[in-house]
């Protein structure tokens, strides 16, 4: 009888044991299904009642905000005329960031562009269209750059939905009114108008700033000296492309944003009085801008700054500000070192195997920074929606944390559909 209950005992032992082993095999299994590990998992087409209840969610990304009164957390100068001299007399005691950012599925926006004759079509709503990016964008600074002192919103008399206008935090916002150079440029639907005008930022805004746009974010920690470092000396990121002469011979041939760098090179060689240099592409991603150099781009390249400032939508002939600036702070600058590889840049696309590959491509990149550049067709509303889900998705398992300025919401991703194959029809 003893033998028989030390066996009974045993037996009891040994299926606690693999219970216990079995619970723990589960969560770990759970916690990478949940985690959307892209190497192991990939989206499968889901029907239509799965993810229609979800619309709501999708229209948080699009509601318009446009916001009219003065606070706190506006910047609004006095004059949107800034005192070179101080600028030029101070140096780097922290970095800020700088973001620009357009909400384009505001009515007033969208009233806006019609007055001005721009994008009727709408063939070009993704240069206007916010999908929910910068929300992430922000959040990887928390995460991933927390030593960044002030964060810069520069928008057309916009807020973002999700930020909290009751809060004191470190991001302020800038409208174009208060640092336009020439305010009879505006209303402008231009990134490069505005970024011809960055010379002009208000004072409080770092000499040393990085330059985002709201669909780049960090994928890594990043430190002050991967930026900026010894005396007043930066890096630039470049890619391998060089603008110069053998482009030049092939201008006709080439399609308008090469044509435009070409021109550009070309005007640097007018202004530094060189001849068949080959000077590199800058990378897309974050950039890395001090102020003097900023302003020593005004002061030899002014008539074309505002030239680019006073065109409402994108003209071959606009100043290409990341390209024009690297060369200036080549031959300004107190020191620099090219780096490559910094950004990753990959192109969203609404079929769903193109868009998961993309995604994919950003988490293998050894690349700190990524920049997923809206390429989405809306046309087909309900594949859309789908490619609005997935990304967020992706955002939130990356960036899960909200920022100490953003709105809690109601809204929560439900997990995705997954299969160990992957159907495009």
């Known amino acids: 009888m003893y033998f028989i209950n030390y066996l009974n005992n045993k037996k009891n032992i040994i299926f606690k044991c693999l ?58 100068p006095q004059i949107n005329q800034v005192d070179k001299f101080k600028i030029l007399n101070r140096n780097c005691t922290h970095i800020d960031a700088v973001y620009t ?29 916010d999908y929910g990016s910068l929300k992430y964008s922000l959040r990887s600074i928390v995460k991933y750059a927390p030593w960044i002192k002030n964060i810069w919103i520069i928008t057309d008399s916009q807020i973002p939905d999700f930020f909290d206008t009751s809060i004191d935090s470190k991001v302020k916002f800038i409208f174009h009114e208060s640092f336009f150079h020439n305010i009879s440029h505006l209303p402008t639907f231009n990134s490069v108008s505005i970024e011809s005008n960055f010379y002009n930022l208000p004072e409080e805004v770092s000499n040393c700033f990085l330059y985002f746009n ?8 990043v430190e002050p000296n991967e930026f900026f470092y010894g005396d007043g000396e930066q890096y630039l990121f470049e890619t391998l492309l ?15 944003y090469i044509r435009a760098l070409i021109l550009n090179g070309r005007l640097m060689d007018e202004v530094f009085n060189t001849r068949g240099v080959y000077r590199r592409k800058a990378d897309h991603g974050v950039q890395v ?87 989405l067709d809306s046309t087909n509303v309900n594949q859309y929606e789908l490619s609005l889900w997935t990304i967020t998705n992706f955002f939130d398992t990356l960036f899960p944390h909200p920022a100490p300025w953003e709105i809690s919401t109601p809204y929560t991703v439900p997990l995705p559909q997954v299969i160990n194959s992957f159907n495009t029809n």
Not at 101 to 126: C, F, L, T, Y
């Open 19 to 76: 219970t216990i082993v079995i619970i723990i095999c589960t969560c770990i299994s759970f916690y990478r299904y949940n985690d959307l590990y892209y190497d192991d998992v990939v989206y499968t087409r889901i029907e239509n009642k799965n993810y229609n209840s979800n619309k709501n969610f999708i229209q948080k990304f699009i509601l318009p905000t446009t916001y009219q009164s003065q606070s706190t957390y506006i910047l609004k």
């Open 101 to 129: 950012w357009v909400n384009g599925s505001d009515p007033n926006h969208i009233e806006k562009r019609k007055n001005a004759g721009i994008n009727k079509d709408g063939s070009q709503d993704n240069r206007y269209r």
């Open 214 to 221: 709201d669909d780049v974010f960090l994928k890594e920690s």
């Open 242 to 256: 060089e603008v110069g002469p053998r482009l030049y011979r092939q201008y006709d041939q080439l399609d308008d």
């Open 289 to 375: 801008f001090d102020r003097k150099i900023l302003l020593k781009m005004e002061e030899l390249v002014g008539p074309e700054l505002d030239l680019s400032s006073s065109h409402k939508q994108r003209d071959i002939n606009d100043i290409q500000i990341s390209f024009i600036y690297n060369q200036f702070a080549k031959k300004f600058q107190n020191g620099f070192t090219p780096k490559r590889n910094f950004n990753f840049y990959g192109a969203l696309a609404s079929d769903l195997y193109s868009l998961k590959t993309t995604l994919m491509k950003a988490l293998r990149s050894s690349a700190k920074v990524v920049c997923l550049n809206d390429g």
